[in-house]
């Protein structure tokens, strides 16, 4: 991606946050959040050390932190073949997985009231 066009996406999200702008299509249309809503209050939280509000507005930063330390680790280790070979041996398991913490995290967004 061209650095200036990182640049000018990154200013504008950061704008439509500090306004609290939500151009979620999921919850302009249907009202309820997503099971997205709130990971960029819930990251910036987790980086500021407040892990218990972190999780707060979204359970799902423990697994998306989670998968991030095992993925850099995995590259500092260079083991990158090895872990896409699991990936793509288990990849139903994966999507299955991820598909039934979408399905938690929104039915916990939908009663949680940080994220309206």
């Known amino acids: 991606m061209n650095k200036k066009i990182f640049i000018i996406l990154l200013g504008l999200s950061l704008l439509l946050f500090m306004l609290d702008i939500r151009i979620c299509p999921f919850f302009n249309l249907l009202h309820i959040p997503c099971p997205a809503c709130g990971l960029t209050r819930a990251f910036v939280l987790f980086m500021q050390g407040r892990f218990i509000e972190s999780i707060q507005y979204n359970i799902l930063i423990i697994p998306i932190i989670l998968g991030s330390i095992i993925y850099g680790i995995i590259l500092l280790i260079n083991k990158k073949k090895v872990f896409d070979d699991f990936l793509l ?22 009663n949680n009231d940080l994220l309206y």
């Open 89 to 110: 041996k288990h990849q139903r398991l994966f999507i299955c997985l991820a598909l039934i913490m979408m399905i938690i995290t929104e039915f916990i967004n939908i």
